[in-house]
Structure formats: C-alpha cells, structure tokens
T-cell receptor
C-alpha cells in the first residue's frame, strides 16, 4: 500500500522566516505530487503541483521534488501569520486515476 | 467558474441508518473522487469515478459505495452506519485525463453518527 509520510509538527516559525515542510513517499513509480493547505474547519486548497525533479516556484512558495530520494518539500518564504495551517502532501495513486494518497499533514504555526 | 459543491453540509444520523451524500463537480470536470477525513486517520481515499465508472477504490468496506451520473455529478452512500463513520466527507473533481490531474475540493459534508 502506498504511503506518504510527513512530520505532524507543530512546526513553529517566526514571521518573515522561511518555513520548510517535508514529505516522503513509498512508491518509487509515483509521478504526480501536490501540496494542499487546510485551515481548521475548511477543505483542502491546492498550493502547488509538481511532476518533474527540481524546483518549482509560485510566488512565496517553492516545491522541490527528488524522485531518486522519494522526497518532496515545500518552502514558504517571508512566512505570514495567515500561512498558519495544516499542510498536506499528496501523491497520485497511479493506475491512470486521479485519486490521491495523502500524508497526515504538518501543522505550521507562524509566530508574529 | 463555480467550484465543487457538496450537499448537505451537515448530517446527523444514528447507528444502523444509511446516508447519501451528493457532489457536483466543477463544470467540465469529468472525474470525482471521494475522501474521508478523521482526526486519527487523516484524509483517506474512498473511490474515484470517471464517465460513470468507478476507476479506483480505496481500502474501505463494501458499506461505502458510490455512483456517478451522466452529468458527472456523484453520490456516495454509506449503509449500516457505525460510530466510526463520523467524519468529514470530501469530494474533489478533476478534468479526468488520468495520471494525476489536479483535484479541487468541495467544502465537505460533516457526518455525525450517534
């Protein structure tokens, strides 16, 4: 069974600093990777998708993928209190479907 | 474009009853996936439907079932409810080309089983 592992946290980061969130996955054949943000009581919202090795940047967010190490990370630059949330790493389940296997999430706290 | 909608938003049922939840995908999206979210287990994949066919299924008992209609709307059904079925049920839609299209989530249905 495919697994996605994340440190549950909480991860506490001062405002303005870089928050680094990490994720490992078990299936070497995985091709599609996603980061979602979930505020308490809300549904997950997409932050970033990444499909190729290397870095992908979108505003203050950078996703990094290393398929050889089976590792995905998300960097948040200039962290803001509004970034405080649970960050979910997700990997496509494969087999031609779009369903996702999720990690249990990292709770991020940005300290003003 | 309107987002993914789910109805109802909240439900209270008792053990042994059954429940049906509904999901309308983003216009043009043909794939709908369902997830269960609990504090202990996190977000777990239930099943995915594409063109009215179940394309993949997670590790849940047969009490959990679903279907998709020709307009891509989807329903999931849980029969013989158990206390442990209390959870947030989320649906997500995607274009459905397979292999990892981005999924967009609805607001969820909060199910409480008493």
């Amino acid at each position: 069974q495919k697994e996605v592992e994340q440190n549950s946290g909480p991860l506490s980061v001062p405002e303005g600093a870089i928050a680094s969130l990490n994720c490992t996955y078990s299936d070497r054949g995985s091709q599609s990777f996603f980061w979602y943000r979930q505020y308490s009581g809300k549904s997950p919202e997409l932050i970033m998708s990444i499909y190729s090795n290397g870095d992908k940047e979108d505003g203050r967010f950078t996703a990094q993928l290393n398929k050889a190490s089976q590792y995905v990370s998300l960097l948040i630059r200039d962290s803001q209190p509004s970034d405080s949330a649970t960050y979910l790493c997700a990997v496509n389940i494969g087999g031609g479907a779009d369903g996702l296997t999720f990690g249990k999430g990292t709770h991020l706290i940005i300290q003003p | 474009k309107a987002g993914v909608t789910q109805t109802p938003r909240y439900l209270i049922k008792t053990r042994g009853q059954q429940v049906t939840l509904s999901c309308s995908p983003i216009s043009g999206h043909r794939s709908v996936s369902w997830y269960q979210q609990t504090p202990g287990q996190g977000l777990q994949f239930l099943f995915e439907y594409f063109s009215e066919t179940q394309r993949n299924k997670g590790n849940f008992p047969g009490r959990f079932s679903g279907r998709q209609f020709s307009n891509s709307r989807s329903e999931m059904n849980v029969s013989t409810l158990e206390l442990g079925d209390s959870a947030l049920y989320l649906c997500a839609s995607s274009q459905g080309t397979g292999g990892g299209d981005t999924q967009y989530f609805g607001p969820g249905t909060r199910l409480t089983v008493l």
